[in-house]
């Protein structure tokens, strides 16, 4: 079973940039394809972006195409989420999770960490 940690989070600016980074405990990172979710205040959780097990395909949601960037390094066991121009819609606990069928479905999940963006 891999142990996932978010870490990165924190309160910032409208128009600010912050980098995630989601570090998984084993030797078989490289076997899950990752992917990021966050929840907002009184919403659902939504996907934000994944990435393939080699890093070589990933997808994103609307709201963070052009503006997160999603990349892993293999050699560090570590998913990272970069996200640019943050907008107060953005605020939200970001959750790393891992999934071994490819992004049908997620099967390991980390604690979350905290991102809040002021207007």
């Known amino acids: 079973q891999v142990q996932l940690v978010e870490s990165g989070g924190g309160l910032v600016q409208a128009g600010a940039s912050l980098r995630l980074s989601c570090a998984a405990s084993?030797?078989?990172?490289?076997?899950?394809?990752m992917g990021w979710f966050r929840q907002a205040p009184g919403k659902e959780r939504e996907f934000v972006a994944s990435i393939s097990r080699s890093g070589g395909s990933t997808y994103y949601a609307d709201s963070a195409k052009g503006r997160f960037t999603i990349f892993r390094i293999n050699a560090k066991n570590t998913v990272y989420l970069q996200m640019n121009n943050l907008k107060p819609e953005d605020t939200a606990v970001y959750y790393c999770?891992?999934?071994?069928?490819?992004?049908?479905?997620?099967?390991?999940w980390g604690q979350g960490t905290q991102v809040t963006v002021s207007s």
């Open positions: 999770a891992a999934s071994v069928a490819a992004g049908i479905k997620y099967d390991y």
């Open positions: 084993g030797r078989t990172f490289s076997s899950y394809a």
